[in-house]
């Protein structure tokens, strides 16, 4: 069953904040975040496991709630890389196989 | 992570016609799976290659359109079959490697035009 993401895109400028969103109807196994920029190849970002988990690195980070449906990503203090548009893969068994939202297209203005 | 090499990058074809995908990666992996993206579009999954036997299809996909191979841990082949202009479309390997709860890479991807 396909994720759904929020918002569909995002217009920002340097130094703002940015928070995006994946929603499942049923509990989740797992949830990767990727970015993809135009032309390139999806880039993985981090994958939560836990309910309750966070986990980031520098300004980029990720929450999934307590009952595993709901993932969020958020992006601080946004450069002009942060630019792409970000998809979350979600899993339900640890087969390894994801379904990807619709994504969420990230752009960032000087 | 492991390196995913993805031959041929791009490629024009005309209808009617089929061009086969290789996908080879760089250290042996648990998991290959190949994915189509319509331009603008999400991820969606074609199919799980599995190592030594038949691949798993998704809804919607078919092994005489999207035949696939996996003779290794390490190397798989796509092949659009009888192609239209409605295959256009980028198509992505992706790779889980070993151990427990690993993500997916993906390779640069196939951009690939019909004529």
């Known amino acids: 069953q396909q994720p759904v993401q929020s918002p569909q895109a995002v217009i920002l400028r340097e130094g703002e904040d940015a928070v995006i969103n994946c929603s499942s109807s049923k509990a989740l196994y797992s949830v990767h975040w990727y970015r993809q920029k135009h032309g390139e190849a999806p880039v993985f970002l981090m994958i939560?496991?836990?309910?309750?988990e966070q986990k980031g690195h520098d300004k980029i980070s990720a929450s999934f709630n307590e009952k595993k449906q709901q993932s969020s990503l958020y992006l601080t203090a946004s450069q002009l890389s942060y630019s792409g548009t970000y998809f979350c893969g979600t899993s339900n068994t640890n087969a390894g196989k994801s379904t990807f939202g619709d994504g969420t297209t990230l752009t960032v203005k000087p | 992570s492991a390196v995913i090499s993805q031959k041929p990058s791009r490629d024009i074809c005309q209808r009617g016609t089929s061009l086969t995908i290789q996908c080879q990666v760089d250290s042996q992996v648990t998991m290959m799976f190949w994915y189509r993206q319509q331009p603008g579009q999400s991820l969606t999954l074609i199919a799980t290659a599995n190592q030594g036997s038949e691949a798993t299809y998704e809804s919607g996909f078919v092994i005489d359109k999207f035949p696939i191979s996996r003779p290794n841990l390490t190397f798989s082949t796509l092949t659009v079959s009888n192609m239209s202009p409605e295959d256009s479309s980028i198509y992505l390997c992706?790779?889980?490697?070993?151990?427990?709860?690993?993500?997916?890479?993906f390779g640069d991807g196939t951009r690939l035009s019909i004529l």
């Open positions: 992706s790779v889980v490697g070993t151990g427990f709860d690993q993500p997916q890479h």
């Open positions: 939560l496991l836990k309910g309750g």
